[in-house]
């Protein structure tokens, strides 16, 4: 895939002066033989490059390129002309604001004058975007182990809480089942209770004006409370 900054370097040379009536087209398809021819040579620089570039190391801080260039053992020439510098060099206070083509020919000078080929520089730029691709795929593929470790991970401990839900959720029914055969054993035994104390009160009715004996029937109005019979109790 042909990136943008090839541009800089391999497009071709537009003729600035005004080309004669008639020559027009002539010079369109001359042009476009020079673009057509440009873009093989970027081809071509490309396919020499070995496509996959080896890391010798793992990358601590992944938003440093520096670091994954040094990784993947891209050198700085003796020279030191790599597209880093090219990039320095087209950002200069010089020239970033000059046009496109004034930017092109001070960097072809300044190669020139450092004896270093174009050739060079875009088979640096190409390693470079290389080893940046290579290490997209190696950190996707890390997110993408990561997600499947953790995905199953999850469905682990999903199982588990929902096992210990269930658990719980039993733990639960039998206290509530429990409650409830207590309170039905203490009802029925309440029960027989006021029954039992029915008989005993019914008994000791036979001797007493007023019943000692406390039964769970609501007192009855003008009487006093069987649970305090007071003074004055009077036994036939």
Known sequence: MTKKWYNYFVSSDANPEATPAGGAAAENLSQAGAKTSAAQTVAEIAAMIQPEPAFSGSVEKPGSFMEIYQQAEIQTPPHGYNILKILDMLQSEHIRNLPAEVKKSSVLLALEAAGVSLKEV??????????LDTYERVMQKSVEELEKQKTEENRQLEQEMEKMVAEYRAKVQANTE??????????GWRLQKQQEEKRIADAVGYFVTENPITTSAPPVVGRESPKNPGPGRKIE
């Open 122 to 131: 875009v088979e640096d730029a190409v390693r470079r975007d290389r080893a």
């Open 178 to 187: 429990a409650l409830t055969r207590r309170k039905e054993e203490f009802f």
